[in-house]
């Protein structure tokens, strides 16, 4: 259980160029959130370790030869040596394992609603490509996708949601202009999970109404 006056501590998980973990580390720079980076992770070679190489922010890469398992508790063990409070796992496309026990609350990022459009193998233009095809097929009666931030579990995107911050579905949209509409937009919902998290004022949020009437009648979303 978190219960402590100094500042936070905090772990991101990565798997691609890092754009999110670089908006959350400029923003922690610049005071606008008060914790403490201490390192990254990732499960392979990608552009994120060397933003965070030019950051001067440590770094921990899954090894060759190493399995994923033997690499989270190599991971599970430095986030408890470090006293992390938040692990945010930011573009991290691995199931990162949570227990009962842990000392730290794991958050999770998800470019649409969870767990509508979560799931295993749900990450990136796959989740923007399901978007498109339900507004479609709903002929965008409610055209927007969502920013998610949620509680992560030991399920892929599943877990309270505690940050919600929604982007227009334009008719013309690809899944790549829909992507980059949305992008900023879970730059700053993450960060202003993370900005409550460091005041102890996170809170439990809902997607509006009629998204989730919408859904109820389209049960078939993926």
């Not at 980076?37 to 070679?45: E, N, Y």
């Not at 921990?60 to 190599?74: C, G, L, P, W, Y």
Request: charged letters at 25%; one cysteine or more.
């Amino acid at each position: 259980m978190i219960n402590k006056e100094k500042k936070f501590n905090l772990a991101v998980g990565v798997s691609g160029g890092g754009t999110t973990f670089e908006a959350i580390a400029k923003a922690i720079k610049s005071k606008k959130i008060n914790l403490d980076m201490c390192f990254i992770f990732a499960d392979r070679d990608c552009g994120a370790l060397e933003k965070a190489q030019k950051m001067g922010i440590k770094f921990v890469q899954k090894r060759a030869q190493e399995n994923t398992d033997d690499f989270h508790k190599r991971i599970v063990t430095q986030l408890t040596r470090e006293n992390v409070d938040f692990v945010v796992l930011a573009g991290y496309l691995r199931l990162f394992p949570i227990t009962r026990n842990d000392s730290f609350l794991v958050f999770n990022s998800h470019p649409g609603a969870v767990p509508y459009f979560g799931g295993e193998g749900m990450w990136g233009h796959f989740v923007h490509e399901s978007v498109l095809k339900w507004a479609q097929k709903t002929k965008y009666k409610y055209p927007y996708t969502f920013s998610s931030v949620h509680i992560a579990t030991s399920k892929y995107d599943e877990g309270p949601v505690v940050g919600i911050k929604k982007c227009k579905v334009l008719k013309s949209d690809n899944y790549e202009s829909l992507a980059k509409r949305l992008l900023l937009i879970e730059h700053e919902n993450y960060i202003s999970v993370l900005k409550r998290a460091s005041e102890k004022n996170i809170e439990y949020q809902e997607y509006p109404e009629e998204f989730l009437t919408l859904s109820a009648k389209n049960n078939k979303i993926k």
